[in-house]
């Protein structure tokens, strides 16, 4: 079982392999496999700095705990009708992502990141609306 918080459900969809530091990214690769291969996988959503961001690095302000992440996290979660604390498995939360988001949505959702401007997350909820799954990261 793995503890995700609310954006972190998304970025995994958009997942290629980049991050913010070598940690990061065999971190959030490991996690990106196993999910891919096994959508049985448990995920426990929690409210607050969460497997991932164990291997976020801590260069001055911890941006796992600001308040605009707490805010997507919680906006996320409501789009997918999913609450903090529900445990379910990653296939469902797959399910939930084809029913209640689409790409467009990523404009107001994740108004503020970063990582948007690439276009990969639109391009893995939109595999995920075509059945795909998590795309295979090497």
Same mark, same amino acid.
């Given at each position: 079982? $793995? ?6 459900? +998304? %970025? /995994? /969809? ?9 940690? $990061? ?5 490991? /996690?990106?496999? @196993? *999910?891919? +291969?096994?959508?049985? @996988? ?9 497997? +991932? %961001?164990? &291997? ?5 302000? $911890?941006? =796992? ?9 919680? +906006?996320?979660?409501?789009? *997918?009708? *999913? ?26 959702? %994740?108004?503020? %990141? @970063? ?5 990969? =997350? ?9 059945? &795909?799954? *998590?795309?295979?990261?090497?």
């Amino acid at each position: 079982m $793995y503890k995700l918080r609310g954006h972190h459900l +998304l %970025c /995994l /969809l958009g997942y290629r392999g980049m991050g913010y530091s070598a940690d $990061y990214i065999e971190n959030m690769t490991r /996690l990106h496999h @196993t *999910l891919r +291969l096994n959508p049985d @996988t448990i995920i426990h959503l929690i409210n607050g700095p969460d497997h +991932l %961001c164990e &291997k976020y690095p801590n260069s001055g302000k $911890y941006h =796992c705990q600001d308040i605009h992440i707490y805010k997507r996290d919680a +906006l996320i979660l409501e789009n *997918l009708h *999913l609450k903090v604390d529900k445990k379910i498995q990653w296939k469902e939360i797959e399910n939930s992502i084809r029913k209640h988001i689409i790409p467009a949505d990523l404009v107001n959702i %994740c108004e503020t %990141c @970063t990582w948007r401007s690439y276009g990969v =997350c639109e391009e893995g909820i939109q595999e995920i609306h075509q059945g &795909k799954g *998590l795309r295979e990261v090497k």
